[in-house]
């Protein structure tokens, strides 16, 4: 079975799923869009699809029977309608991240989903990570017990991007949902999506506004951090810069009650390297140190196979759309970014914690 793509949006990231498509095999490019015909017409000589299957209107390239699934590449405004529309006219959907730059947006997107019963992926690639992939194991297999604080972090200390990407009107906001969706996403994936309540916030901007480049341009955050309480009772600190006077803003981390990991190694801090952690080692296929070998230890994993995300996530794309499955990142899961954020920017806007609703879908 050979999958039949449409493309909307043929900007920057279009070039990354198509490669993508193509190393990982069994899909075909068939038809792209873009509102911008010749950026349409140059993607489309060099992907070898046809003129008659360019289109500048995403719902025009829909009534094609012979598309099976189709690329979301526009930017984060732009996500929610050929989503919606790709999923209502019976199609599967690989959409790229964030899933919307708003929470209504994203909650139209995962019920349409909902709705149709097609395939909603998000284009969170770190979540294929085979080190993540472990530590949620080592979660899920319940060695850390009750997790009862997390710190969510990444940074770049000079990284803004530029285009579409500092401008509210095509991202909705800057490094909180472009560059902070991947480590949000993948704490929360990591602790079983823990459902958020409430939000206390703050975004800042004051590097780039220091910078003639951007300054009086660019209308999005450089930086953000908030504390989000769950309905479990646990809280996640996360933060999040494209510019700030630091190299990092520390690992992502999770604390248990019977241990603690560290998401980046993994690392594992317990007070006993336990036999049910061996075995799981072992059936992981990996080796592990622990320093000191026994009493209150930390512990270190090697072995990791070298994977390429990428193509990680498309390979789990294809698998699930030729199955029938369930999308490999459940959006309902993704959704909950998008519930975050949007308390982040309330808590920001109000100066206050904010209460956070996750609907039922
Ligand atoms: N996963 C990653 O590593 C990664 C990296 C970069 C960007 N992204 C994501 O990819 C998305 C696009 O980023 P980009 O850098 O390719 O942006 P881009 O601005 O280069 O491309 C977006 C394209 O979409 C087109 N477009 C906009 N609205 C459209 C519509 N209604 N119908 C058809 N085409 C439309 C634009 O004309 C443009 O060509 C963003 O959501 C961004 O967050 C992901």
Redesign the pocket.
């Known amino acids: 079975m050979t999958i039949r793509v449409g493309i909307?949006?043929?900007?920057?990231?279009?070039r990354?799923h198509q490669r993508s498509y193509m190393q990982v095999g069994g899909f075909e490019i068939v038809a792209v869009?873009?509102?911008?015909k010749s950026?349409a017409n140059e993607a489309a000589d060099q992907w070898g699809v046809p003129r008659k299957h360019v289109f500048t209107s995403?719902n025009k390239m829909l009534e094609m029977d012979e598309i099976d699934t189709v690329s979301v590449?526009?930017?984060?405004q732009?996500?929610r309608?050929?989503t919606v529309a790709a999923l209502n006219a019976g199609k599967h959907v690989f959409c790229?991240?964030?899933m919307a730059a708003t929470l209504p947006d994203a909650t139209a997107m995962v019920r349409a989903a909902k709705a149709s019963g097609k395939i909603l992926q998000i284009?969170i690639?770190s979540t294929f990570n085979p080190r993540l992939q472990f530590a949620k194991k080592v979660i899920d297999e319940g060695m850390l017990g009750d997790i009862y604080y997390s710190e969510s972090a990444a940074c770049r200390r000079r990284g803004n991007p530029a285009?579409?990407?500092i401008y509210k009107k095509?991202a909705g906001a800057g490094a909180i949902v472009?560059i902070g969706v991947y480590n949000m996403h993948d704490s929360l994936y990591a602790m079983g999506y823990p459902k958020p309540v409430r939000v206390s916030a703050i975004t800042e901007d004051y590097i780039s506004q220091q910078d003639p480049q951007f300054r009086g341009i660019m209308d999005v955050e450089e930086f953000g951090v908030a504390w989000v309480r769950f309905e479990n009772g646990g809280v996640m600190v996360f933060k999040i810069s494209w510019a700030v006077h630091q190299d990092s803003l520390g690992p992502s981390f999770c604390l248990g009650k019977e241990a603690g990991i560290s998401l980046n190694g993994p690392v594992v801090y317990a007070d006993a390297y336990t036999n049910d952690l061996k075995k799981l080692v072992k059936s992981e296929g990996l080796t592990a140190e622990a320093n000191p070998p026994e009493g209150m230890t930390t512990i270190q994993f090697s072995g990791f196979k070298e994977v390429n995300v990428w193509q990680a996530q498309i390979t789990a794309f294809r698998e699930a759309v030729k199955a029938d499955a369930p999308s490999p990142i459940p959006p309902e899961g993704v959704f909950l970014t998008n519930v975050i954020m949007d308390g982040i920017f309330r808590s920001h806007e109000s100066g206050k914690e904010v209460s956070v609703r996750v609907p039922e879908f």
């Open positions: 909307v949006g043929t900007g920057g990231i279009s990354a869009c873009d509102i911008i950026k995403y590449c526009t930017y984060n732009g996500h309608r050929p790229e991240k964030p284009g690639h285009r579409t990407f095509t472009d």
